[in-house]
């Protein structure tokens, strides 16, 4: 499985756009939730959004409860005023989904927030994945 994730968190460049519905937390921050089962939050890389894991939550979708977020100062997302942090941030999400807890994987900046914010946090299971490539090389 953690292979099938690798594949897919690489290609995610490559993602066309995933339609704009969701919602938002009451700090501003989009998310989108999805299919059933074991719950996934899936976070983004720097300069990105929630479309670039779309080929991910696409794979995981028919056997996952998939959230999808927008980073603060990111997509859709809202930035918000005064300090933040991950762990708060996708607490929030979670929160605003109805979603007890989820393992979270993370592409880039987000393998880095989702590793860093779910230390200590009961709630969140790291999961993270991160992978860089340049534009076009992977195929």
């Not at 519905?21 to 890389?45: E, I, K, M, N, Q």
Request: aromatic residues 4%; proline residues 4%.
């Amino acid at each position: 499985m953690l292979t099938v994730m690798v594949g897919l968190a690489l290609v995610t460049q490559l993602a066309g756009a995933a339609p704009d519905t969701g919602a938002f937390t009451p700090s501003g921050l989009w998310y989108r939730v999805s299919g059933a089962g074991p719950a996934v939050l899936l976070v983004h890389g720097s300069n990105l959004d929630a479309r670039s894991m779309a080929p991910l939550a696409e794979a995981l979708v028919a056997t996952h409860r998939v959230i999808e977020t927008d980073l603060r100062f990111h997509g859709r997302s809202r930035d918000g005023t005064g300090p933040f942090a991950f762990d708060r941030d996708m607490l929030e999400v979670l929160d605003a989904a109805g979603v007890p807890g989820a393992t979270v994987i993370g592409h880039s900046l987000g393998a880095v927030g989702s590793s860093s914010g779910a230390a200590g946090v009961q709630r969140l299971k790291a999961g993270a994945v991160s992978a860089t490539h340049h534009q076009g090389s992977v195929r």
